[in-house]
């Protein structure tokens, strides 16, 4: 008898689980998020030796300093982080697949190679690299979240494929020395800003169990916050990198499309290119993440993804701050649908004032309607009538995740009917314009600025929200309009929500019937530890400029 959806997804469950040696395994019961709310630092460290702590409480900086010359092999490092991740799945169900014996056999063959005197494999050399489980590495499923895909090849069975296929980040990485050694967690169709599916369940916020951790690259969210990865892939069509990074606490990156390969990737709606999906690194440090863009770069992916422009690292022409020393910064505190709450609010303060502390200037950004980008991508996503997401739960028969579905229903409850070509046309000419009239505001700045150059970037909040439940969606006001104009943004943690200090202002009047419903349901209590971050938006390829700024404000933030 075939086994019911339900029963594929909770047998691939407990087949990850299986994977877990018995010896890192958490006593049982397992606390619940009610009575152990915040599971990292004091609380996981307990599970780990003082030798393991210290290696998993390293940035990709310091691991790799250490291994690349021998002071610390690569299998003590990839062995202290793959228990480490064994335990962050056990609290949070933040992995798809766990592969660590054949990580720390990876691991073994580079310590033999080390000593045979041939060095270091590359700049990763040693290096645990975790990714979402969108990318393909060889000897490893891809499930993507799907019950419809376990034991295929993205849904399609016989193809000889499965487990036999290499994403091109994943070649990269390994070339330069890095270790894959689990994929994480995310929400199938990666429509979702809640991070769960019918296999692995709901991933939590390792912070505050009692909430999400974003989506729809939450997988790794929930792993780097808990320190169980220094470094990991997410994906990016909406804000998925940026909102599990600013929800976890995390430095993360959405870089412009073209700039990394995505080739031989999985991914949702994979012909749809008028707002492409990218993908990008998410990490402890901003260190992190310009060690690993350089050494992508440094492996020239515009040979070995025909979408990759020939952009190598110019970190020589964007680390330089202006003869005057002075940066401009543009201000954009709302989307004007839903206000930042306390916590969010004050971060953003926070990194303003740190920002005037240096002697920089601020302008308020004032750009065309932001509801106008968020329009066209929620149309490009849409522009199937959800015929991929419709074929591929089908698949199984299981249900799309909660209010996904609802996207691609029009207003008489019957399914959308996919665009036509014309209609396509028409959006990306459209969308062409808004881009340059954008473009053209952008330009404009000069004249408001006192240097009489446009402004640096912009400083935004990631979400209205700090956190919210896992029957709810995050307004998404804030990040797809960064996808629409295919800019560069890294977000960065500032702080965490105080119930204390965060409180509700009982005069605040909302801006509009979503923004009512959502101060009506802020909950400082629940909230109280959640990370708040920040995100910094830069122009196309603006990367390397976009990393200096963030290393100068977080550096700022540290010293206040």
Known sequence: MALTWQERGLKKRESTLAKIPIEWRLPEPIPSAEAQKDVTGPYVQQFLSAREIEITESDAVKITENTTTGKWTATEVV??????????????????????DQAIEHAKNLDSAFAAGNGPTGPLHGLPVSFKDQFHVKGVETTMGYVGWINTFEGVKGTGKEKNVESELVREAKALGGIPFCKTSLPHTVMSGVTGNNIVGLTLNPSNRLVSCGGSSGGEGALISMRGSPIGFGTDIGGSIRIPSGLNGLYGIRPSFGRLPYVGAANSMPGQNSIPSVCGPMATSIGSLRLMMQSILSQQPWLHDPAVVNMPWREAEFAQVPADGKLTFGLLFSDGVVNPQPAVKRAFEKVVQVITSMGHELIEWDPPSHKTAVAFAFESYTADGGLDIWHHTGLSGEPPPPFVGELYYGDDGKTKAPKTVDQ?????????????????????????TKSGRPVDAILTPVSAVAAFTFDKQIPIGYTPWVNTLDYTSGVFPVTKVDKDIDVRDTNYQPISDEDKERWEQYDPELEHGTPVGMQLVGRRFQEERIICLVELISGALATK
């Not at 982080?81 to 962050?88: E, K, T, V």
């Not at 062409?432 to 473009?439: A, G, H, S, V």
């Open 79 to 100: 062995t202290a982080f793959c228990h480490r991740a064994a335990l962050a799945h056990q609290l949070t169900n933040c992995l798809h697949e766990i592969f660590f």
């Open 424 to 448: 396509i046309w028409d959006t990306n000419v459209r969308l062409r314009q808004y881009q340059k009239e954008y473009m053209d505001y952008w330009n404009r700045t000069a004249k408001l």
